[in-house]
């Protein structure tokens, strides 16, 4: 299920949005407001109305998202210089690493298609001529490229190692940085939570379990008038020309009367 993005709610915090809604549903039972939960509509139907509408309901905190937000965006630039002991990776996007990225995966295939080479012609030569010493020197060479592809392997494997360790050391200093908040930041963060959950999704819930139009045979969800606007239009009034103001007599058309000519014989000819 994907939630509707709101203008003002940033992706990051949209989980923490559901988050917050689906723990409002599952203790609505423990609260008396929110009692008619399953009577007309379950949690899964409201849970899908309040997605709906994420905008409506974060509207209601918007000033103390926007203070949290702040609040986050100055910590997030102050820690900005301490980023490498969090496991920053930053420096290793230069043209270094990327060189040592391009030898260790061509590395192994180079010398492992040199090794397959030299040991097939070597031992060739070694069976058409064994008293050849230059298929000596192709198995000799053969082999060694074998090591170097072993060794070549060896080493991709070690620092496949040792970048998953790193990364998930920098994803667990990430989750402590999360708990850890500045007083100021964790402040702000839970009277938006706070604001979130009293003053917006608990009325919607309360407007959607009371407003009578919404049911379980709705397949879209309906709104209370006072929370969601209604648009609607009504029907133009069209009449025809005869019944406005300005109707005029309509024109009468005769017909012409056409006589045919009088033809007679030489006779009758005009003079």
Do not use: C
Request: charged content about 20%; overall charge negative; hydrophobic content about 40%.
């Amino acid at each position: 299920m994907q939630m509707t993005s709101a203008p003002h709610l940033l992706a990051e915090d949209g989980p923490e949005y559901a988050r917050i809604l689906g723990d409002a549903l599952r203790h609505a039972q423990e609260r008396p407001d929110l009692e008619g939960v399953g009577d007309r509509l379950n949690t899964e139907q409201l849970r899908t109305m309040a997605l709906n509408a994420t905008a409506l309901i974060t509207a209601a905190a918007a000033t103390e998202y926007e203070h949290y937000v702040k609040a986050r965006a100055e910590l997030r630039a102050a820690s900005v210089p301490e980023g490498e002991q969090y496991g920053d990776t930053s420096s290793a996007t230069g043209p270094g690493a990327g060189i040592g990225a391009v030898l260790t995966v061509l590395t192994p295939l180079l010398a492992g298609a040199a090794a397959v080479i030299f040991l097939l012609v070597g031992y060739l030569l070694k069976a058409v001529s064994p008293s050849l010493a230059f298929g000596d020197s192709m198995v000799a060479a053969g082999w060694f490229f074998a090591a170097v592809a072993a060794a070549a392997i060896l080493v991709a494997a070690i620092g496949l190692l040792v970048t998953a360790l790193r990364n998930g050391s920098t994803s667990l200093a990430a989750e402590d940085e999360e708990q850890e908040l500045p007083e100021e930041v964790a402040r702000a963060r839970e009277a938006w939570r706070h604001a979130l959950l009293e003053r917006g999704i608990l009325p919607f819930l309360r407007d959607a379990l009371a407003d009578p139009t919404a049911g379980p045979a709705a397949r879209t969800p309906h709104r209370s008038p006072n929370r969601i606007p209604k648009v609607g239009y009504s029907r133009p009034d069209f009449s025809g020309p005869e019944d406005g103001p300005s109707a005029g007599p309509r024109p009468t058309f005769t017909s012409p009367d056409f006589t045919s000519p009088d033809f007679g014989g030489p006779e009758h000819r005009p003079e």
